[in-house]
């Protein structure tokens, strides 16, 4: 049980801007556990949802401290990064699981105002996946 409350911080945290790594935590469990695929893909996606709402939740708050001297964007990044996010849309959250893009495009999501249930919809479909296609790597599935 400890190990998918690892698994699920894990993921949790990298949802956020921390820097951590859930996809070395799964692979590894996976490798000692095999038959434990549904449940550890579950845990890690749920874990990895509810971090990229926070970012969201952040986001809808954020723009409340826009022009405050110690917010860490300035007016022309966060401009820059809205118009992007108005150019690609809500399809750009099947980006989600990408390194670098991916948790700030969460953020800007919430600052965008995206609906919270497409929200969540788009970033578990876009997070599942990735676990999946990463748990079908590592178990050797493609190879067969």
Do not use: C
Request: proline share 4%; glycine share 8%.
């Amino acid at each position: 049980m400890l190990s998918y409350w690892g698994l699920f911080l894990a993921a949790f945290g990298a949802a956020t801007l921390l820097p951590l790594q859930s996809e070395a935590v799964l692979v590894g469990l996976l490798l000692h556990d095999p038959a434990a695929l549904a449940s550890l893909l579950l845990v890690a996606t749920l874990g990895n949802v509810l971090g990229s709402i926070v970012n969201w939740l952040l986001g809808r708050a954020i723009e409340r401290w826009r022009d405050k001297r110690w917010f860490p964007f300035s007016a022309a990044q966060l401009d820059k990064a809205q118009q992007r996010y108005r150019r690609y849309g809500q399809w750009s959250l099947l980006l989600s699981w990408m390194p670098l893009i991916g948790d700030p495009l969460t953020l800007i999501a919430g600052i965008m105002r995206e609906p919270f249930w497409r929200f969540v919809v788009l970033v578990t479909i876009a997070k599942g996946t990735r676990y999946l296609v990463l748990a079908l790597i590592t178990l050797g599935w493609f190879s067969r």
